[in-house]
């Protein structure tokens, strides 16, 4: 009688099942008593190994994926602008605000949501200007409600109330003196020129449907 060879489960190294034999081929015939008891060995060993491969394909012991979501800040963020407003006297200043009422959502589907804040709607020009070297811009109100955002180089604006702010990159200012009245001096609006030698690049954007106001400092936030 020529015997299978038997396997016992040993062990598990990573997802691989390790075993040893435990009974050989070619063993000499066996009485009715030990080949019941080789039968028997032979019945544990496959239960044991059943038992295992079913442990090692339980859900509960697999590991768990990483979450696939992207991790986004629920702190809503603040940016900061200057606003060169006019008050109810006609006296224009220049005040430090915040943009702050965010949402976070995507600007174009599917492409990961953003920071957003809405701050005007309608028509608008948008314009780029290059104020040469030792530009100086007098006393004079904007034309329109105007953003304007320096892209290269320094400038400054100083308003009617003595209040000088110097801009460069990474800086946005809106003008908004249309309002204003001549003081004592003949000063109107906000004087305005470049800082240093060089040009001064400056994109600006004119609200065409924005109709200037008197007294609100920082409306836009």
């Known amino acids: 009688m020529t015997d299978v060879p038997a396997w016992l489960p040993y ?30 060995e032979q019945t544990l060993a496959l239960a044991f190994l ?73 028509k608008a020009k ?12 007098v006393w004079h109100p904007d034309p329109k409600v105007q953003w304007i955002i320096p892209l290269k180089g320094t400038w400054f604006v100083e308003a009617m109330d003595g209040t000088r702010v110097e801009m460069g990159p990474g800086d946005i200012s809106l003008g908004e003196d249309q309002l204003s009245r001549p003081d004592g001096a003949g000063h109107k609006g906000h004087l305005a020129g470049n800082v240093g030698d060089g040009p001064v690049t400056l994109l600006v954007v004119q609200l065409e449907n ?7 400092p920082c409306r836009f936030q």
């Not at 598990?12 to 008593?33: A, I, K, S, V, W």
Request: charged share 10%.
């Open 126 to 137: 948008v314009i780029s200007t290059i104020q040469p070297p030792h530009w100086n811009g």
């Open 210 to 216: 924005e109709a200037p106001t008197a007294g609100q």
């Open 11 to 40: 062990g598990m190294r990573g997802n691989c099942l390790l075993l040893f034999p435990l009974q050989t081929t070619n063993t000499p015939h066996r009485t009715g008593t030990t080949e019941m008891a080789f039968r028997l």
């Open 50 to 122: 059943s038992g295992v491969l079913l442990w090692g394909n339980s859900p509960t012991t697999q590991a768990a994926e990483p979450a696939a979501a992207t991790s986004y800040s629920r702190n809503t963020p603040e940016a900061s602008y200057w606003h060169n407003w006019t008050d109810a006297r006609g006296v224009s200043h220049m005040t430090k605000c915040t943009f702050h009422t965010y949402a976070l959502k995507s600007m174009s589907p599917p492409a990961g949501p953003q920071w957003q804040d809405l701050l005007s709607t309608g």
